[in-house]
């Protein structure tokens, strides 16, 4: 798997996009693979890496 070039852009992104499931499904009700889903294809290696 290819290095993450701009580590803190992929950051921004996760942090984006959770807050904002967070707000509109809740805490509880939001997955990881919700967050994936929203993050326009990064996969869940690339994010847990």
Same mark, same amino acid.
């Given at each position: ?6 580590? /803190?852009?992929?950051?921004? %992104? &996760? !942090?984006?996009?959770?807050?904002? %499931? +967070? +707000? /509109? ?6 997955? !990881?693979?919700? &967050? &994936?889903?929203? %993050?326009?294809? %990064?996969?869940?290696? /690339? &994010? !847990?890496?």
């Amino acid at each position: 798997m290819a290095r993450n070039k701009y580590p /803190e852009e992929t950051y921004e %992104l &996760i !942090l984006d996009v959770s807050t904002r %499931l +967070f +707000f /509109e499904k809740g805490y509880e009700k939001t997955s !990881l693979q919700d &967050i &994936i889903n929203e %993050l326009g294809g %990064l996969t869940k290696g /690339e &994010i !847990l890496s």
